[in-house]
Structure formats: structure tokens, C-alpha cells
């Protein structure tokens, strides 16, 4: 049975199977279409391949996914990819978003000071500022005030505490907003912030957002009490890229002073609200000044987008004089990520804090399908003498993902990466923090569409007191967790098994 199942997962077979397809496509067009017609095509199907291969931009994984897809369903092949890639609409979205960021990078600045400060600090570290505002646009503070939030029950009464007290404006960007008790509450304030003339802005993900409210035109009807909530590309037929791309982030500001960034989106089962026993983990970051101002030009920017209307920075700048904390020296950089920019800057960041960690390197993820290269990182770093450890649910949100997810354990355990799984239920935490020194807390899982295809973000702290409350956080979770070893993961069923390796050919559109 292992020989039967090694061979259905190897290579040769894969290759086999596709001749065989290949084959049997040509006989049904030989036979219903004609010769000629047919190997027109494949003439046509070997020029987008030989486009695929010299594109510039893409990742190789993608540029794999395609070349599959046009080797083994030819015809298919080119109507998708001649679809995906030639939509104009897809490329006036993308000149549009250009604009857009471009206009509002004008309200963002780097203080020269801060960034000597870091490199004075730890040059290593200050190198992940450095690319993080060069490749994301996001400066770097020295005079803002972090706080970690371990739980998502924690995250609203916070949050909701904070909306309160808003006197100017609120912007709330979440992937997903679901009906409940979460929402009911934040919707009375929302309303009654509303009266007092605060001004409201609300960006929910379409797609996200699909499956919540039995209204459809139930954020359309939010107007009616002075919340201005707008979608984020609305879900449509169409096949080009950029109807992939989702809105993953999770942003919550007040009056541009405070502001909220984790993994945390608008419903009960963040709370841990009728949960059946099994506990929802999330976390968030809490950010008290100037560095708030990165989320708020992040917000306008996808609001910009959402709307197709440049909104004018100028109104919402606070006086940052009356919140700047004193004598505090943390380094602070909100940043957002998204599938428009020249190069994957999620993982990257990921990639480079798994390059620096020295004596330890934790991470919490939901989701765990990864690229060869943050394998092959993420191997060295333990084979190097580097402390990894990776916490993933134990309940699965997603039992495909759990499955896909659980296909790359064996080579990471054999490497001497610790693998543990949360037992109180389902870790959706996204954090990394490397040896006390430098953490994320955001929204990226660890799999292709946060790091390729969707619009993330997140925060970095270095030098903050607040590393020491997140490492507290993750020895509090790895004590509630198993470990894993190769007995457990070479003992799974066979249909788990299965699946996981079959799952890994198409990961990256997962």
C-alpha cells in the first residue's frame, strides 16, 4: 500500500498522467475539431508558454502553476491566461492604484533621525526598517507607544472603550463583518458616534463579508445612519488577476491618535462567544501615536480605491502633540502589504526576520503553505542552532488547509524545527518574534494568497518593551500546546495524506 501510494505522489507518475491527458486531448480534437485547428493551437499555447517563461515580476511558482495548467489543458490554458492577463479592467485598477498611492505617499515621511536611531541600535534589524520603507512606503517611528492585546476578548473591550471616546473621525477596514453580538455592540456605537457628528468610514472585503448578513444590501443601508461603508473589489465573473486579490487587513483608527492592528475581524467567534468549548486565540497590537498616521494613509489608500475618490490626507492629520509618549525609544512601523507592489514584500519581511534570528524564532499561524525558499529558511535557521518553533491549530478551521498545511511537517521536523499544535481549539494568531529583539504582529498567515495575493498588514516592534509581553504570550501558548513528532505525522490517515500531497500542486491559487 506505501509503494502504491509513493508512486501515485511521485513525479514520474504526475508526468505520466499528463501525457496521458495530452493524448487523449488530441484524439477528441483530431476526431470532433480537426488536425489542423488543433495543432494551431499548440502552436499558440507554445508562445504564451514561451511568455510565461521570460515574463519578469512573477514568482516562479506561479510562473510553474501556469505552465502546468498550459502543458496539460492547452486550449483552457490559453483562454484563462489570455483572460487573466489582457482584462483592461484588471489593468485600470492597477494604473488606478498607482495614483492613488502615489498621491498619498506625498503625507508620508521618513524622519532621518529615527532611522540612525536604528541603525545605531542594531544595523540587522534596522535593515528590515530600511526595506520596509522602501519597498512599502511605511516609515519607521521613534516617539509612539505600543500595547499587545493577547485575546480577541481583550481586543474589543479595548477597541469598543477606545471608539467612545472618538471626537473626529473613525476608519474601520476588516476583511470580515459578521452579524452578532460583536457587531451589535459596535454598531450601537458606530451610530451613536454617528449623532455626535464623528465621521465614519467602513471598508469591508466583499468576498469576506459574502456569507454575513442575509441583507445583501444590508452595508448600502448603513448610510441611513451616517456610516459611509464601501466594499473592496466587489465579487464578479470576471477571470482577470485582479478579481483574486482580497482585502485581508484588519485596521481600526481613532481620530489618526490610536489605532488597532492584529487578526482580529468584526465577529463572535473572535470574542469566543458560543464557541462550543473550542477557544478562538487571536491577538492584536495597540498603537498610541504618530506611527498611527502609516494606518491612516493605508486606509485612504484602499478607500481610494474602493470608491474612486481621492480623499484629501490634509483634513485628517492630528495633533500628535497632545499623545506623543515621553522618553520612549521603541521602534514602531505599521506597514501594509498587497499583490500590486514589485516584489512579495510580506514574505520578504518574514523571510528576513527568519535570516537574523540568532537564538530563537517563534511563530503562530492558522495556515502553513509555503514557498521552497521559506522552507529552505526556515530549515537552515534550525539546523543552525536556531531555536524554531511553529504553533498551529489542532481544530481545523479548513480541514483541506489542515491537511495541505500538515503535508510539510515531516522534512521541517527532520530538520529540527519544533512543530506544535494549540489544543484549547484554533490558533488565528499571526505573529514572529525573533530572539526578544524584533516581532510582527499582523495579518498574513504563512501561505501564498496572504503573502502573494492578498492586501495585508501589520506592525514591527524593535526595541519595545512590549516583545517581552508577546514572549510571555508565546511561552503561555506553547505550554498549551502539543508537540509534534514524526511518529504523529507518519501515522496519519491515508485519505490525509492523500490529499495534502495532491493539494500541494495547486497550492499557491489556494
Not at 126 to 146: D, E, G, H, R
Not at 341 to 351: G, M, Q
Not at 460 to 470: D, G, H, M
Request: proline residues 3%.
Amino acid at each position: 500500500m506505501k509503494r502504491i501510494f509513493k508512486f501515485l505522489i511521485s513525479n514520474k507518475f504526475l508526468i505520466a498522467l499528463t501525457l496521458l491527458i495530452n493524448i487523449g486531448i488530441y484524439i477528441l480534437f483530431y476526431q470532433f475539431v480537426g488536425r489542423f485547428i488543433y495543432e494551431a493551437m499548440l502552436v499558440f499555447a507554445a508562445l504564451i508558454v514561451l511568455i510565461i517563461v521570460n515574463k519578469s515580476g512573477d514568482s516562479i511558482i506561479f510562473k510553474i502553476l501556469w505552465l502546468l495548467l498550459m502543458l496539460s489543458f492547452p486550449f483552457l490554458g490559453m483562454i484563462v491566461y489570455s483572460n487573466a492577463r489582457v482584462k483592461k479592467a484588471a489593468k485600470n485598477r492597477k494604473k488606478q492604484w498607482a495614483n492613488i498611492t502615489y498621491n498619498n505617499s506625498k503625507f508620508l515621511e521618513q524622519n532621518t533621525e529615527f532611522i540612525e536611531s536604528a541603525n545605531k541600535s542594531d544595523k540587522a534589524l534596522a535593515n528590515i526598517n530600511n526595506y520596509i520603507t522602501n519597498f512599502a512606503n511605511m516609515p519607521v517611528y521613534q516617539n509612539s507607544q505600543s500595547l499587545y492585546i493577547p485575546s480577541g476578548e481583550e481586543y474589543f473591550k479595548d477597541l469598543f472603550a477606545s471608539l467612545n471616546s472618538a471626537k473626529q473621525y473613525i476608519l474601520l477596514e476588516y476583511f470580515t463583518i459578521k452579524p452578532g453580538k460583536v457587531w451589535d455592540e459596535l454598531f450601537a456605537i458606530l451610530r451613536k458616534k454617528a449623532l455626535e457628528g464623528v465621521e465614519i468610514k467602513v471598508i469591508y472585503d466583499d468576498f469576506g463579508c459574502i456569507r454575513g448578513f442575509s441583507d445583501k444590501k444590508y452595508f448600502k443601508k448603513l448610510a441611513n445612519h451616517k456610516i459611509d461603508a464601501v466594499p473592496f473589489n466587489k465579487v464578479d465573473a470576471g477571470l482577470h488577476f485582479f478579481a483574486n486579490y482580497r482585502n485581508h487587513r484588519k485596521i481600526a483608527i481613532i481620530d489618526g491618535k490610536t489605532s488597532f492592528i492584529g487578526g482580529v475581524n468584526i465577529g463572535d467567534e473572535y470574542a469566543n462567544i458560543d464557541k462550543n468549548n473550542e477557544y478562538w486565540k487571536d491577538t492584536a497590537i495597540k498603537i498610541i501615536g504618530p506611527a498611527v498616521w502609516n494606518n491612516v494613509v493605508m486606509f485612504f489608500n484602499v478607500w481610494g480605491m474602493s470608491t474612486g475618490n481621492q480623499a484629501d490626507l490634509s483634513k485628517y492629520v492630528p495633533n500628535y502633540t497632545e499623545v506623543i509618549p515621553t522618553k520612549n525609544k521603541e521602534f514602531v512601523q505599521p506597514y501594509g502589504t498587497g499583490p500590486l507592489s514589485a516584489e512579495p514584500v510580506a514574505r520578504n519581511i518574514y523571510l528576513k526576520i527568519i535570516n537574523t534570528a540568532k537564538n530563537y524564532l517563534y511563530i503562530t499561524t492558522p495556515y502553513f503553505i509555503i514557498d521552497q525558499h521559506m522552507q529552505e529558511s526556515l530549515k537552515m535557521a534550525a539546523q543552525g542552532g536556531v531555536e524554531v518553533k511553529i504553533i498551529m491549530p489542532s481544530t481545523p478551521e479548513k480541514k483541506w488547509a489542515f491537511y495541505l498545511s500538515r503535508s510539510y511537517y515531516e522534512t521541517l521536523i527532520k530538520a529540527g524545527v519544533k512543530i506544535y499544535e494549540y489544543t484549547p481549539g484554533f490558533m488565528g494568531a499571526k505573529m514572529m518574534i525573533a530572539d526578544g529583539d524584533i516581532s510582527i504582529v499582523g495579518t498574513a498567515n504563512f501561505e501564498f494568497r496572504s503573502l502573494y495575493l492578498h492586501f495585508e498588514n501589520g506592525v514591527i516592534l524593535s526595541n519595545s518593551k512590549t516583545n517581552t509581553n508577546i514572549k510571555y504570550d508565546f511561552d503561555s501558548i506553547i505550554n498549551s500546546s502539543r508537540l509534534l513528532n514524526l511518529r504523529d505525522i507518519r501515522n496519519r490517515k491515508w485519505h490525509e495524506k492523500v490529499i495534502g500531497q495532491l493539494l500541494r500542486v495547486f497550492a499557491p491559487l489556494i
